[in-house]
């Protein structure tokens, strides 16, 4: 028969595999004593509950974090929107002022002040703010956006200023119109820094983002609004009609004026938006679309017949901003509900987080008490009462079994360990007074023997001693009747 080599070395793989398995089933199976398993349940358990604390309260801190930063998105649209309409005023003011031949009222550069300390207020606080946000894409470019365009705005300030203080003819050329689209491009770099930040931090709560976007519709609206009273207060001014270029732009003014109306009544409609925001809404449409409507039909009824215009530019300039205050109004009440929402939910979140950490304290404390109790109310004990069995076992009865005192398993377990001992006790007891007694019997057996001995030794001494006295009578009776057949024979003889 042959045999391949091959064949044993498979062989000897498979029984070393299989002594290893062996082995290693082996070491398993040691390693699964009651206290490991105990220990490895409450230890999993500890652990579990642990890590969802853990992972609540860490989710916690992140909505923390994403309402602390929505509080703050919500202070930067705030300034965004102030500012916005701030350099909106300034804008307006200055080109109705740049709109006359003449030196226009001083009050004109005082209200363009004004709206410029407003501005430069409301824009220190949002630089401070933007500082506080986490980096987001394009954000260098977006920023540089706005520094460079209101850059541009301060630099045309000192022009503008002096050509408010002097005629037509002395002013530099265009000055109006450069301002103005410096200012807006300003504004615009503005709006475009806050749907940024919307695109880029978008909020979790929906109410939030409502706000937030019918605030953001609002100073879009504001923002056409202010172009449209601006273009037409330069020309009352400039006591022109308004062409069909200035009507036509006015028109596109007023359609994204609309359209953006339209979408900000949808808002407010949803269950988003608070009550208070949605009650602002007939101040704005009574106001602005009833009442400021009015005054502007007027002004372009007398532009296109090229009649004098019913109020003086001055006074547009007044009811424009009349009119545009319910369209704020709106604004900051959408913008404090949003606030209001978000602080809500800082405090929310502040608050989940706080039970979460508290939670998971207890949950560690438990998980300490549950090794404390597994350790030294179980493991220990049962390991104490193994080592009394073991002792009991290898004949040590002096053992004390630890445990009795308890009302639990443990105490059963050692109150049965014990009875064990106790029986052991007993047994052995037995066991001895066992020996005794026999130990007893056998003194009394031997005693009795000996007794036994004794008395047929007694009786051997006395049968011989009775012997000894025969004997004696018999020869002193033989020595006797010797005598007296000498003494017969003497007689004889004689």
């Known amino acids: 028969m042959v045999v391949q080599e091959g064949s044993f070395k498979r062989s000897g793989i498979v029984t070393n595999n299989d002594n290893r398995w062996s082995q290693l089933r082996e070491r398993v199976v040691r390693a699964i004593t009651v206290r490991n398993a105990l220990l490895g349940i409450v230890g999993f358990l500890v652990i579990l509950v642990v890590f969802y604390g853990a992972v609540a309260a860490l989710d916690a801190r992140r909505a923390e974090h994403e309402a602390e930063l929505q509080t703050t ?26 709109g006359f031949s003449d030196v226009p009222d001083p009050q ?88 940024a930040l919307q695109n880029n931090f978008p909020p979790v709560k929906p109410d939030v983002a409502a706000n937030f976007q019918l605030e953001f519709l609002l100073a879009r609206m504001a923002e056409y609004s202010a172009r449209d ?27 994204y004026v609309q359209s953006a109306w339209g979408d900000v009544k949808a808002i407010a409609s949803s269950d988003y938006v608070s009550d208070d925001v949605e009650g602002l809404l007939d101040d704005v449409e009574n106001t602005y679309f009833v009442d400021f409507a009015d005054v502007r039909d007027q002004v372009y009824a007398a532009a296109e017949v090229e009649e004098p215009y019913p109020f003086s530019a001055m006074e547009w300039v007044q009811k424009a901003r009349e009119a545009l205050k319910p369209l704020a109004a709106l604004a900051s009440k959408a913008g404090e509900s949003a606030a209001i929402v978000a602080e809500a939910n800082v405090s929310t979140q502040q608050r989940y987080f706080w039970q979460d950490v508290i939670l998971l304290v207890i949950t560690l404390g438990i998980g300490g008490l549950a090794f404390w109790t597994v350790t030294w109310r179980v493991v220990r004990p049962i390991g104490q009462l193994t080592e009394n069995m073991k002792a009991l076992a290898a004949g040590d009865l002096d053992v004390e079994v630890v445990g009795l005192d308890r009302h639990d398993e443990i105490g059963e377990m050692a109150r049965s360990v014990q009875v064990f001992k106790e029986n052991a006790i007993e047994k052995i007891r037995l066991e001895e007074e066992q020996k005794r007694a026999e130990e007893q019997r056998r003194r009394e057996r031997e005693e009795a023997e000996r007794r036994q001995r004794e008395m047929e030794e007694e ?35 004689d």
Request: cysteine-free.
């Open 73 to 98: 998105l919500g202070k930067i649209y705030e300034n965004i929107s102030n500012a916005a309409q701030a350099l909106a005023m300034e804008r307006g003011v200055i080109n109705v002022g740049l």
């Open 108 to 195: 004109f550069a005082s209200m363009a002040k004004e709206a410029r300390a407003a501005f430069s207020a409301h824009y220190a606080s949002l630089q401070s703010l933007i500082e506080e946000l986490p980096a987001f894409p394009h954000e260098q470019e977006i920023i540089g956006a706005v520094k460079e365009k209101i850059a541009a705005v301060e630099e045309l300030r000192p022009q503008v200023d002096a050509a408010m203080s002097t005629t037509a003819d002395n002013r530099p050329r265009r000055a109006d119109r450069k301002f103005f689209s410096a200012t807006t491009d300003a504004i615009e770099s503005l709006l475009k820094l806050w749907s």
């Open 229 to 255: 009273w601006a273009t037409v207060g330069n020309v009352m001014a400039a006591g022109k009609p308004l062409n069909s270029l200035q009507l036509q732009l006015l028109s596109t003014y007023g359609g």
């Open 459 to 493: 009786q051997r001494r006395r049968e011989a001693e009775r012997e000894e006295a025969e004997r004696r009578r018999r020869r002193e009776e033989m020595l006797q009747l010797a005598a007296q057949f000498e003494e017969s024979v003497m007689h004889v003889v």
